[in-house]
């Protein structure tokens, strides 16, 4: 089960919005194939395990840290693989939480004969696709905010130097390499042109999301610029894409796609942001910036794992980087698990925090 955990995190960053799974055949103590999902609309890990090896598997036992699959989407059911190709027994980690499978594989598997059990280390698998079990349960994209503050907690917010060490940057940027879309208020982008791409680690670019309620994103903007047909979703108001039609049709030629939703003084509800992210198939979500971005989403109760980089420098003045201590509070009190380490000169500190409905 190790070993399919392993092969399972390859496909981190790649087969969103699907989840990460690794399979192996084994038999009498010896591996005979391994396989993972690598890709989106790709062949699923049992599929890709059992496309390696040929021989009679009536006696060997395959394990994966998924229950396979039951239906047919893009790929044929796992399950239905399994039971064709005679595997006597399927250990898997745990149960899909998807309501379209929940259970439904390994009675497939168990109605055809072939033994099951379940939850062999259950705890890590969960960790492993947690980020999956989120969105297909709660039916919206996983949230995870990035915070890079100073010592006595200010954001960079224009600064022209680095707040967190180049190790730091390197998990950042490994981190959005592993998210479908990072997202950052207008703000930001007025203020620092980023172009939140992957570039100190290997990996793809993930789809960027702006929010700018006054339809102020210069069409000049880094982020613009074309990265390997990643998509741009910028959020305003109704009524600024009234009144800005000729800025809106700027950004539209460069392959901006404009979300218009109702609401007053350049404010929308993020609620109605995550929902419309997710029927774009957007499963996930790295929060970059600016301050008040970081507080809405931690008043609107739709944040689910926050890291934060704490530099050793002292700015004296700059941002706060959540307004208000008592949402800081708040949300703290529904944290399931908090985390500190080093990354560099910086400590991190990593909160998840328990399934909110609100």
């Not at 960053?13 to 010896?30: E, H, I, K, T």
């Not at 998924?66 to 149960?95: D, Q």
């Amino acid at each position: 089960m190790q070993e399919c955990l392993r092969l399972a995190r390859r496909g981190k960053g790649y087969v969103s919005p699907n989840p990460m799974v690794g399979a192996v055949l084994v038999q009498d103590g010896r591996i005979l194939a391994r396989g993972y999902h690598r890709k989106f609309g790709g062949p699923h890990a049992e599929v890709d395990c059992l496309s390696r090896f040929s021989g009679d598997v009536r006696r060997a036992t395959l394990y994966v840290n998924l229950e396979p699959c039951s239906y047919h989407g893009k790929t044929p059911p796992c399950a239905s693989l399994i039971v064709a190709r005679g595997i006597g027994r399927v250990v898997a980690a745990m149960k899909d939480p998807n309501p379209r499978v929940a259970g439904r594989g390994l009675r497939i598997l168990r109605r055809a004969g072939v033994r099951t059990a379940v939850g062999m280390m259950e705890a890590e698998a969960r960790s492993l696709n947690r980020v999956f079990a989120r969105h297909i349960t709660a039916r919206r994209p996983y949230v995870h905010v990035k915070i890079a503050q100073s010592r006595d907690g200010s954001i960079a917010g224009g600064r022209s130097r680095w707040i967190s060490s180049l190790q730091s940057r390197k998990r950042v940027h490994a981190m959005r390499a592993e998210y479908d879309a990072v997202l950052v208020g207008a703000g930001t982008v007025r203020a620092d042109n980023p172009s939140l791409t992957v570039r100190l680690v290997k990996g793809r670019n993930p789809d960027v999301v702006v929010l700018d309620g006054a339809l102020s994103l210069p069409a000049g903007a880094k982020l613009l610029a074309p990265r390997n047909s990643r998509r741009v979703f910028l959020f305003t108001t109704t009524q600024a894409l009234r009144q800005r039609t000729a800025r809106a049709n700027r950004l539209r030629s460069r392959g901006v796609t404009i979300i218009p939703l109702k609401g007053e003084s350049g404010r929308f509800a993020l609620h109605e942001v995550v929902s419309e992210l997710y029927q774009r198939d957007v499963a996930s979500i790295l929060v970059e910036g600016g301050a008040n971005v970081f507080t809405r989403f931690l008043t609107d109760g739709l944040v689910d794992e926050v890291t934060l980089f704490v530099s050793s420098e002292f700015f004296g003045t700059g941002v706060t980087a959540i307004e208000g201590g008592s949402v800081r509070s708040r949300r703290l009190a529904m944290a399931e698990k908090i985390t500190v380490g080093k990354s560099g000169r910086d400590t991190t500190i990593n909160i998840l925090f328990k399934h909110m409905t609100s």
